[in-house]
């Protein structure tokens, strides 16, 4: 496995080794080993899958207790992927990165604890997995607004995105309780 830095430190896309033939493919999409070495030491505790239709957008989630890292690939389809430094302290507070993942790039990505979290869909559909490093905790889940001015993310848009009842409620990151 390759890892690939993006520009908030921390925040790393995971190119897998495929082996392919006439066959089909195979890879390793999870090895504590590997990621080891690539020096993430983190461990798992939950799997999740969503299923999202196209123009769907989740986001930007994290939890402000019971912080989650999360390793996030997509199995079906294509999403556009952000994470967002919400940490204070951080010199990239406040700063934001995307990348495409796919089924078809198989491109995995690493997102800390102290991120925001978000995706939109841009294929029919998009199947979306995840491992985090702490349990869900509705209690202490929290949301910033997807089209927060002062974060200015460059959502490829063809029109207004679908939204959960949660996410339409997301905060301003400058009002939002965020780590210190």
């Known amino acids: 496995m390759k890892a690939i830095e993006t520009s908030l430190p921390g925040v790393r896309i995971l ?19 590997a990621l080891g070495k690539l020096g993430i030491t983190a461990e798992f505790v939950q799997d999740n899958h969503s299923r999202s239709v196209q123009n769907v957008l989740r986001g930007l989630h994290y939890q402000i207790r019971q912080p989650q890292g999360k390793l996030v ?14 940490r204070r302290s951080s010199p990239s507070y406040g700063k934001w990165v995307s990348f495409n993942l796919s089924a078809e790039n198989k ?25 985090t490093t702490d349990y869900w905790a509705p209690e202490h889940e929290r949301c910033i607004i ?5 974060l200015a993310i460059k959502w490829p848009l063809q029109r207004e995105p679908v939204l959960s009842a949660k ?9 939002a309780e965020l780590f210190p």
Do not use: C, M, T
């Open 15 to 33: 190119e897998p080794e495929v082996f392919g033939d006439e066959r089909g493919f195979f890879f390793e999409s999870y090895s504590k080993k």
């Open 73 to 86: 690939r997509v199995v079906q389809g294509e999403v556009f992927d952000v994470a967002v430094d919400i």
């Open 107 to 131: 491109r995995i990505a690493w997102i800390p604890p102290g991120f925001a979290h978000g995706f939109l869909v841009l294929s029919e559909f998009a199947e979306f997995l995840y491992k």
């Open 146 to 150: 997807w089209n927060d001015p002062d």
């Open 167 to 175: 996410d339409k409620l997301g905060q301003a990151l400058k009002k």
